[in-house]
């Protein structure tokens, strides 16, 4: 992975000493918070219902087996005692206290993390596949890429200021499971005409009130012209975007607003001035950074292995986790494994800081001292070995890690709702353990395939209820705390945003409603094969009306 | 009037904004800085003078209409109506990198101690700071970073290509 240089390394330590000036500033009073809150959402702090909430920066969601322990160590000392995995791919503390914040970041600091425009209307943190490297349907590894637009996108002076905030998702695979249609920019790396690797650049995609999918504004770009032409995107974006309405702020409405046409000659004509900058890249640019990101010496392997196979024949609950949780590797005799924080008995995306340390131990010893987050909010051990599964499964059963629920109904992604969030209006969290404990039977599960339910506390859909195949927005009606459903949508190579389907359940009924609509899928699938969205797409939505609504 | 800084030091404001010729029958005499509109509207009238000019863009305006004019100008000024909001940020680089503008570039509005370095690296020089705004903090905001990664005003190159690399 990347390592810092000196200069990150004081460009961190700089950071950190301002921002503990503002906060005493802010301690002794000399500072409103009014005033303190443009300082504090700089570094990722945020005033939510009950207290300051930290989100600390994943570039691209690689972690290091010692950040891991850090962050344990943050949650232990600072927090209590967990920390919760975001659909960005970044880590969040709920409970930290304002005078610690500054020792937080120093503690972040040493092991070269940051808060850095994790909130604000900045370029947040960019996000990728989380199988970056090691996916088997890779055209390259998009990392180097994000580690050259986290430098280019840090502390931009012409774009800290922008009219809303900014989210990049770079994907270097043919399946996306980074989702970048629904981000302000995507970027998906392919073979061009030419014979190189560039980009395919998507501009307009977001969540929110006003769900879209990104535009393909650029069928190829030469990967050297990456930088220059995110600048230009950046720049006729912080100059047109609108600020006279903090709904209609983001890039999505500007292309919609302007025109997919006229918005392309607009970035291509700004580009066409740029191009050849000196933020243009240059092949050694490009092969410097990869370098930080060569393939790891794996070992020359069998692609079999003897426990491993035995076990899967003897023990149907390891072969369970076997069939959901692994996944191929590009390298044989290797495997990748999804981490599931999705357990009846945890929060989506909750992980304790006991647990974090006893996952950078196994990162340690079984998959090249890296763990990787993911946007549905799980883990990943991206190298282990065939040999090694078997116990790695033991140990990741008694961290209640090993659900055999990946992209399954009951890996379910959810904002943290009414429970924490200022924003919300209804609360998330417990309507996800409700679905959870309602389907927690594998037969079930399994025999639904693959499939998401995602759940948002609020319009904002920070639990990307839009892009799910069943969605569920929470929503407040006259002081009642209601759920509306969604149907339809993927963050997938095939993104759609869902259908409302009808009035609203009440917190009571929403649980059942979901189980009607599974019933409605079983009973009108062509075959155990015919995914739901497949179903969903085919069928569209009378039969799940029909059911709900009678 | 507010603190004012210009190249890292604090200065005097020398510079007197003027509305226009609609509402006043003769040009003031000093130095005077007028809208883009009235600049273009009364350019020979105001190229009459002989003391020096400015023009205030504000954040709809393209630099651009600037561009012949850009030689016979001592400053510009950019307006922040509110610290959130970015636009001249844009117009600082373009000013500097893409037309070469070597005057004056102050900014003007909701000036603020943590914007300082980012305008500075945008080719902005000149600050009348917001109100409150205290001269002695303000100006340390210059120097509490250090390290840039991408090119702007201030730099060519990314952090990448710099030193020969």
Sequence with gaps: ?550 | MGNYIKDRKPDTDEWMPFSGLEDSDTLPAGDIYVPLEEWLKNREALLTRNSRLGVLLNNTDDPAALVPDLDRLDLVVLEFPKMADGRAFSQARLLRERYGFTGDIRATGDVLHDQLFYMQRCGINAFELGEGEDLTSSLKAFDEMTITYQPAADEEFPIWRRDGK
């Design chain 1, 1 to 550: 992975m990347y390592q810092y240089s000196e200069q990150d390394h004081q460009l961190l330590l700089e950071r950190v000493e301002q921002f503990r000036g503002q906060v005493q500033r802010r301690l002794k009073g000399q500072l409103s918070e009014d005033e303190f809150k443009h300082q504090r959402l700089r570094n990722g702090l945020y005033l939510q219902l009950h207290a300051y909430m930290l989100r600390v920066a994943i570039p691209y969601g690689l972690l290091s087996a010692e950040q891991m322990r850090t962050l344990a160590h943050i949650a232990r000392k600072y927090d209590k005692g967990y920390g919760h995995f975001s659909t960005r791919q970044n880590i969040q503390y709920n409970w930290p206290k304002l005078e610690d914040v500054p020792n937080i970041l120093d503690d972040l600091a040493a092991v070269e993390m940051h808060a850095i425009q994790t909130s604000g209307n900045c370029i947040r943190n960019t996000t990728s596949d989380p199988l970056a490297g090691v996916a088997r349907d890779e055209v390259e590894d998009p990392r180097p890429y994000c580690e050259l637009i986290r430098q280019w996108s840090t502390f931009h002076p012409e774009f800290n200021f922008l009219p809303r905030k900014f989210k990049i998702a770079v994907t270097g695979a043919v399946g996306d499971r980074a989702a970048v249609a629904v981000h302000d920019i995507g970027l998906k790396l392919i073979q061009g005409p030419d014979g190189e690797n560039g980009f395919e650049v998507y501009v307009g995609g977001g969540l929110g009130r006003t769900p879209m999918i990104g535009k393909l504004i650029r069928k190829y770009l030469p990967k050297e012209d990456m930088l220059t032409y995110l600048e230009a995107i950046l720049r006729v974006y912080n100059q047109l975007g609108r600020r006279d309405n903090l709904y209609k702020a983001r890039i999505k409405i500007l292309v919609h607003e302007t025109g997919e046409e006229k918005f392309r000659k607009l970035i291509e004509a700004e580009w066409q001035q740029i191009k050849a900058t000196g933020l243009y890249l240059r092949e050694q640019d490009i092969e410097r950074i990869k370098g930080f990101f060569k393939d790891p010496d794996y070992q020359e392997l069998p692609d079999t292995d003897a426990d491993f196979e035995n076990l899967l024949l003897s023990d149907p609950e390891f072969g369970r986790w076997a069939d959901k949780n692994i996944d191929q590797h590009k390298q044989s005799g290797y495997r990748i494994v999804y981490l599931s924080l999705k357990s009846v008995n945890q929060p989506p995306g909750d992980v304790t800081a006991d647990q974090m340390d006893a996952i950078a131990d196994l990162a340690d010893k079984y998959s090249l001292g890296q763990i990787r987050t993911t946007h549905r909010q799980n883990l990943v051990l991206s190298d282990v070995q065939l040999k090694d599964l078997v116990p790695l499964w033991q140990e990741l059963k008694a961290l209640d890690l090993a659900t055999p629920n990946y992209n399954h109904l009951t890996d379910i992604i959810s904002c943290p709702g009414l429970d924490f969030c200022a924003l919300a209006t209804a609360r998330s969290i417990p309507i996800s353990q409700a679905i959870t404990e309602r389907f927690d039977n594998y037969d079930f599960i399994n025999d639904l395939g693959d499939l998401s339910i995602n759940i948002s506390g609020c319009i904002n859909a920070c639990g990307h209820h839009h892009v799910a195949n069943i969605g569920i927005l929470g929503v407040n009606k006259k002081g009642e705390e209601v759920y509306q459903l969604t149907l339809g949508g993927s963050a997938r190579e095939d993104a759609s945003i869902g259908k409302i389907i009808g009035p609203a359940f009440g917190a009571d009924q929403i649980v059942d409603a979901i189980g009607d609509v599974l019933g409605v899928y079983l009973e009108n699938r062509e075959d155990p094969e015919e995914t739901f969205l497949t179903a969903y797409r085919r069928l569209g939505q009378a039969p799940f009306k029909e059911k709900l609504y009678g």
